[in-house]
């Protein structure tokens, strides 16, 4: 049975810094693309960035590039979304996928397969 779980959220001001973690169990990311999305209250929930694990192909939501990375973990079943310069509106609860995208396709929440349960990130003025 495969299960992704996000850890890391939390309450932090603008400006800080945060680091989640998705970790899978069940599966390694070796053979997938793990996405991440989030979705603010009110809002639909939105692309973040993504990462295919074989080549390192990043995509990046325009709305956090420059302040997101992605980052591998010390194992293969662990992924990082590193946030920096964190503003209020990246106030959402924040997903990790797992999935077999075409490039095109990374953005795409229909194109990941296995979803975590999400974290809470909440961003103070």
């Known amino acids: 049975q495969v299960q992704l779980v996000e850890s890391g959220g939390g309450l932090v001001q603008a400006g800080d810094s945060l680091r989640l973690s998705c970790t899978a169990s069940?599966?390694?990311?070796?053979?997938?693309?793990v996405g991440w999305f989030r979705q603010a209250p009110g809002k639909e929930r939105e692309f973040v960035a993504a990462?295919?694990?074989?080549?390192?192909?990043?995509v990046i939501a325009d709305s956090v590039k420059g302040r997101f990375t992605i980052s591998k973990g010390n194992a293969q079943n662990i992924l990082h979304l590193q946030m920096s310069t964190l503003k209020p509106e990246d106030t959402a609860v924040y997903y990790c996928?797992?999935?077999?995208?075409?490039?095109?396709?990374?953005?795409?929440?229909?194109?990941?397969?296995?979803w975590g349960q999400g974290t809470q990130v909440t961003v103070s003025s």
């Open positions: 996928a797992a999935g077999k995208p075409i490039l095109s396709s990374m953005r795409r929440e229909s194109a990941y397969n296995y």
């Open positions: 069940g599966l390694t990311f070796g053979g997938y693309t």
């Open positions: 990462f295919r694990w074989f080549g390192g192909t990043t």
